[in-house]
């Protein structure tokens, strides 16, 4: 079977550390829209499920150029998961769509953003730091850390050992550092939510996530109620938070193509 897209690994600096990637461009000449693509907290630039390689593959197939990244200290990327803040991500993700915007395939004009899980935090604050962001497109997204600010009061007020409550704060075997938790215990999106209204926001979210539970989304609709940019919110019933779900998770990745399509190529191109 003939490829429909070309698929290329990039690297990008930050901070004098390396950023690796995988981008995804349309077979075509003409400039074209494109997608970065947010992995969520501990995770990389594959996906569960190799959900992010699918989606960046779909969206290439469609005339949408996808750009999947690694933060530092996740995934390939350079730097140590220990040290990722809040604020060095959101860097990164800067960085990533300043490659996107001086891309010579890639029209400045129409690019958008996509976060999964605690990549959609990302999203939507580079969103806020970097204007010109045409969608954006969020699948089950983190909409403020009060949860776990009050899960770690009730660790600390627990009789526990360190070394179990390093275990109970660790993320897939890995401990994120106290910065981290600083920021993520003061984290709420309202305002940085709010401040988007006119961009369309694509909104999906599984009824069965217990890590990041459908309250987070009601948070978002909420939000958006009275935004001037187009919204849509989609609610899978059988879906956990990692999409295990085969036939709601190529939903979901339906869904988010068309929506880029829809908010990136204009009619009739």
């Known amino acids: 079977m003939l490829s429909n897209e070309n698929r290329e690994s990039i690297i990008i600096n930050n901070a004098g550390q390396k950023i690796f990637g995988v981008f995804h461009r349309p077979l075509t000449k003409a400039k074209c829209p494109a997608v970065l693509i947010c992995h969520g907290l501990g995770g990389n630039k594959v996906g569960k499920h190799r ?56 029209d400045s004009s129409r690019i958008a953003i996509f976060g999964r899980s605690f990549g959609g935090v990302i999203a939507i604050l580079a969103a ?15 909409f403020s850390g009060e949860q776990w600010r009050h899960q ?10 360190p070394e179990r409550r390093d275990e109970i704060m660790s993320i897939d075997g890995m401990k994120p550092g106290s910065h981290f938790f600083e920021q993520l215990f003061v984290l709420n999106l309202k305002d940085k939510v709010s401040a988007l209204s006119n961009l369309p ?39 956990d938070h990692d999409f295990s779900n085969s ?23």
């Open 51 to 106: 959900v992010y390689v699918t989606l960046a593959h779909l969206l290439a197939s469609s005339g949408i150029a996808a750009l999947r990244i690694d933060f530092r200290g996740s995934g390939d990327s350079e730097g140590e998961f220990s040290e990722m803040t809040i604020d060095n991500e959101v860097s990164d993700a800067l960085q990533a769509l300043e490659f996107l915007k001086n891309d010579s395939q890639v």
């Open 128 to 142: 806020n730091m970097l204007g010109g962001i045409k969608s954006i497109g969020l699948w089950a997204p983190v």
């Open 152 to 161: 770690w009061e009730m660790i600390k007020s627990a009789n526990l050992s």
């Open 201 to 239: 926001l694509l909104h999906i979210h599984g009824e069965k996530d217990t890590l990041v539970d459908t309250g987070h989304a009601d948070h978002y609709e909420k939000v958006r109620e009275n935004a001037e940019g187009k919204s849509k919110f989609m609610r899978l019933p059988n879906t």
């Open 247 to 269: 036939t709601e998770r190529n939903m979901a990745l339906e869904e988010s193509v068309n929506w880029f399509k829809a908010t990136l190529i204009p009619r009739g191109s």
